[in-house]
C-alpha cells in the first residue's frame, strides 16, 4: 500500500512509475529478479514482465548455505564450497589458489568439512597398481547431499530450539504464573518475575 502511494505520487502516475521501476529491477543479473517479457517502451499497459521466481529460491538456498558454513566453519570454509560449486572437480592446491590462502591451511578446511559431509573426496589413480603416492585427489560438491546436509542441520538446531524452549516453559512454570498474575506476590518478587517472563518472551 505505502509503495503504490509513492508511486502514484510521482510524475507519471502509478502505471509509468511501476513500468520504470520494472525495467529497472530487469536490469539486475546477480539474481535475476524480474524478466521482461514484452517491451515496455510503446506498450499500451507498460509492457509484460515476469518474477523469476525459480532463480530467487536457489539465490535465498545458496545464501542459506554460504550462512551455515560461514557459522560453523569460518568464511573461508564458505568460500571454499562456493569455488567448488562453480568449478567442480580440483586439486587441493588449485582450490588454495582461488580462495588466496595457503595450501596448508586449504587441506584442512577440506578435511573438516569432508568429515562432516559438506564436500567429496574422488581418488584417481593413473596406473593400475593403485599407487596413492602417483594418484590424483579431486574435491567436489555433490549438490544433492549438500542440500540434504544443510536441511538435515537445521531441522537439529530447530529441534534443540523447541526441546530447550519446552525445558524453560517446564523449569520456570511457577515464575512465570507469578509474572501473570500481577499483585499476587511481594512486589520485588514479583518485579525479578516479569523481567524473568520478559526474558524468556523475547528469546
Known amino acids: ?30 539474481p535475476t529478479i524480474v524478466t521482461e517479457v514484452e517491451d515496455a517502451l510503446g506498450h499500451p499497459k507498460g509492457g509484460k514482465f515476469e518474477i523469476c521466481t525459480r532463480q530467487l529460491l536457489h539465490c535465498f538456498r545458496d545464501r542459506i548455505v554460504h ?24 586439486e587441493s592446491d588449485t582450490i588454495a589458489d582461488d580462495a588466496l590462502m595457503p595450501a596448508k591451511e586449504a587441506r584442512e578446511i577440506l578435511h573438516k568439512l569432508h568429515k562432516t559431509g559438506y564436500v567429496d573426496l574422488c581418488d584417481m589413480h593413473l596406473t593400475k597398481t593403485h599407487n596413492s603416492g602417483t594418484a590424483i585427489y579431486l ?33 520456570g512454570s511457577e515464575w512465570m504464573s507469578r509474572a501473570k498474575d500481577e499483585g499476587q506476590s511481594e512486589e520485588n518478587e514479583n518485579e525479578e518475575d516479569k ?5 524468556f518472551c523475547t528469546g
Not at 523481567?195 to 526474558?199: E, F, I, M, P
Request: a positive charge; hydrophobic letters at 40%.
Open 1 to 30: 500500500a505505502e509503495t503504490s502511494k509513492t508511486l502514484k505520487a510521482k510524475v507519471g502516475g502509478l502505471s509509468s512509475n511501476l513500468s520504470t521501476l520494472l525495467v529497472q529491477m530487469s536490469n539486475l543479473q546477480y
Open 195 to 199: 523481567k524473568r517472563y520478559l526474558a
Open 139 to 171: 574435491w567436489e560438491v555433490k549438490q544433492d547431499r549438500l542440500y540434504k546436509n544443510v536441511m538435515r542441520n537445521l531441522c537439529t538446531v530447530l529441534l534443540n530450539l523447541r526441546l530447550r524452549r519446552m525445558h524453560e516453559v517446564e523449569a
Open 67 to 90: 550462512r551455515m558454513l560461514t557459522s560453523h566453519h569460518g568464511l573461508a570454509a564458505a568460500r571454499i564450497v562456493s569455488i567448488l560449486q562453480m568449478k567442480g572437480h580440483c
